[in-house]
């Protein structure tokens, strides 16, 4: 049974940092297709950052650009989001998701893909 587990979320103010960490366990196949979504009270789940293609593409959203770096260590099954300079607009719930392959980024979005329970984040001005 797949199960991945977020951490590093908590309380920041305008212009800290934070690492978003995501264990990936009970993986039979590797999950190709990674990222980080988030979802801000009573608005929708949007991309955050999605490595896919068997990572040769890596996709930001505009809002986090510049700010917000993925990676992942393949040898722990751990993926990773750097998150610099933060606004309160980033306080959001946020969550990882992996999936076999995708062949464009929004394919990652989907329930069929495995999700994490979601760690929160906040950032007061």
């Known amino acids: 049974q797949v199960q991945l587990v977020e951490s590093g979320g908590g309380s920041v103010q305008t212009g800290g940092s934070l690492r978003l960490s995501c264990a990936a366990s009970g993986m039979k196949y590797s999950t190709n297709c990674v990222g980080w979504f988030r979802q801000p009270p009573g608005k929708e789940r949007e991309a955050v950052a999605v490595i896919y293609r068997v990572g040769s593409d890596t996709i930001y959203a505009d809002s986090v650009k510049g700010r917000f770096a993925i990676s992942q260590d393949n040898a722990k099954n751990t993926l990773y989001l750097q998150m610099n300079s933060l606004k309160p607009e980033d306080t959001a719930m946020y969550y990882c998701?992996?999936?076999?392959?995708?062949?464009?980024?929004?394919?990652?979005?989907?329930?069929?893909?495995?999700w994490g329970q979601g760690t929160q984040v906040t950032v007061s001005s």
């Open positions: 998701a992996r999936r076999i392959f995708c062949l464009e980024p929004r394919d990652l979005d989907d329930d069929d893909s495995f």
